[in-house]
């Protein structure tokens, strides 16, 4: 019978252990170093090497969900009321009345809603109905409430209309410039009283043609005793029509006068009339 050393035995038991250590680590050693490797190719695959190519670089879809919407909708409303029902007292359940209330409440909501989405797109649909039937208009011309006229080749001469309150003997016409400035004076007839037709050649004191320009027709005559300006409206050419708002309507642009609403204007006449009205609008 031989014996065995114990402590060669353990000796021997340690070195292996001492061994299994040896050989443990390197192989811990080898799965980090394969772990880091395996980041770098990652990284090395998510760059190029190139600032400026890696900067524009679409980034990475993000995982965090877009925000609902905080709007109560007639899904969250029913899911309340659902809710609601299943949580009341038994002994005092909601009232009938009570939630046919809230539901009226909520239709009533979501209805003029609904109504205000159509009265928008109403509004558009008849601003540009409008707009289509104020382009007859081009090309006529329009009497507005104004005392500017405009002289150019194609407008060689003002027309316009003089409102009187009674029957007037004699009116006083004075024309002035843009600056004010007395262009020419004359009288005419104002004894039919109502409203008396105006017109200037576009021919200053001395006979000659005025510059191109806009220029204002200024009405006086006696009332009661009294001398008094009298309002004066005049013709415009129309040149073309803008859509405009909801609010403003159409818009009629005029020769070398400007913008004005299709509903401020008083009547409507055909160029080769004499300016005749041939639709009145009306007050």
Known sequence: MSLINPLNS????????QASKTSVAPAQQTNSSAAQAATTQ????????????DSIRLPEESSIPEPNSQELTQEDFFSLLSQQLSMQDPFKP?????????MASFSTVDGIKNLNDEIVNLNSVMTSSQALQASGLVGQKVLI?????????????????????EAIDTITVRIEDDKGQLVKSYTIDGSAGGNVEVSW???????????S??????????????SEELPVSTYAHVTSVS???????????????????LGDVLAVAESGSGNKPVVDAEP
Do not use: C, W
Request: hydrophobic share 30%; aromatic share 2%; net charge negative.
């Open 201 to 211: 050649d576009g021919l200053g004191t001395n006979g000659e043609p005025v510059a």
């Open 94 to 102: 909601v009232d009938n009345d009570q939630m046919i209330s809230q």
């Open 145 to 165: 409430p104004s005392d500017t006229g405009h002289i150019s080749a194609e407008d060689p001469s003002i027309n316009g209309i003089i409102s009187t309150p």
């Open 243 to 261: 859509l405009g708002t909801a609010s403003t309507g159409a818009i009629l642009n005029l020769r070398g006068v400007g913008g004005i609403k």
């Open 10 to 17: 353990a000796q021997s038991v340690g070195g292996q252990t």
């Open 42 to 53: 990652s990284t090395a695959d998510s760059t190029t090497g190139n600032p400026f190519i």
């Open 213 to 226: 320009g806009n220029y204002s027709i200024k009405a006086s005559g006696r009332v009661d005793g009294t």
